[in-house]
């Protein structure tokens, strides 16, 4: 395996996450089940990434930089709350096949946007110079286990 930096993994996963958003919201119109679908891997892969990044990345950030409670993963740990509650929102209306939640992916996008941008922008590249290498490759091993 290509040794990967958090900051790759992490922005490209981001990146599949979004195109399965905007494939959910292309089809939702045309057909229910492929809509339906789409959601279910955005939904599953967002709940992954965001279990990784609080179970994994960002402990590693606290334990490195004894920021804790006050310092940036305390604000994304609060925006994970936010984004998971719109999440549910909307899974909860789809199921009973109501496609009418225009407002809840509004308010999802624009905060996983700004969210992703402050992650990929300064939390990883952070994550990244503070690690050792042994470190890093400790992230993605953890990762796999809980695949
Ligand atoms: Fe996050
Ligand atoms: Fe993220």
Same mark, same amino acid.
């Given at each position: 395996? !290509?040794?990967?930096?958090?900051?790759?993994?992490y922005s490209h996963d981001h990146d599949e996450l979004d195109a399965y958003f905007k494939n959910f919201?292309?089809?939702?119109?045309?057909?229910?089940?492929?809509?339906?679908?789409y959601f279910?891997k955005f939904k599953h892969g967002l709940e992954r990434h965001i279990?990784?990044?609080?179970?994994?990345?960002?402990?590693?950030?606290?334990?490195?930089?004894?920021?804790?409670?006050?310092?940036?993963?305390?604000?994304?740990?609060?925006?994970? !709350?936010?984004i998971?509650?719109?999440l549910?929102?909307?899974?909860?209306?789809?199921?009973?096949?109501?496609?009418? !939640?225009?407002?809840?992916?509004?308010?999802l996008l624009?905060?996983l946007q700004?969210h992703n941008?402050?992650?990929?922008?300064?939390?990883?590249?952070?994550?990244?110079?503070?690690?050792?290498?042994?470190?890093?490759?400790?992230?993605?091993?953890?990762?796999?286990?809980?695949?």
């Amino acid at each position: 395996m !290509t040794p990967n930096t958090v900051t790759n993994f992490y922005s490209h996963d981001h990146d599949e996450l979004d195109a399965y958003f905007k494939n959910f919201q292309d089809t939702k119109m045309q057909d229910a089940k492929k809509a339906k679908e789409y959601f279910g891997k955005f939904k599953h892969g967002l709940e992954r990434h965001i279990e990784w990044e609080e179970s994994i990345l960002f402990p590693l950030f606290e334990e490195k930089t004894g920021m804790k409670d006050q310092g940036p993963t305390a604000v994304m740990r609060h925006e994970h !709350t936010q984004i998971k509650q719109y999440l549910q929102a909307i899974h909860e209306n789809i199921l009973k096949d109501d496609f009418n !939640t225009y407002q809840e992916e509004d308010s999802l996008l624009e905060t996983l946007q700004a969210h992703n941008q402050k992650e990929e922008g300064i939390l990883y590249p952070a994550i990244d110079r503070i690690a050792s290498e042994e470190e890093q490759n400790l992230i993605f091993i953890q990762m796999n286990l809980k695949n």
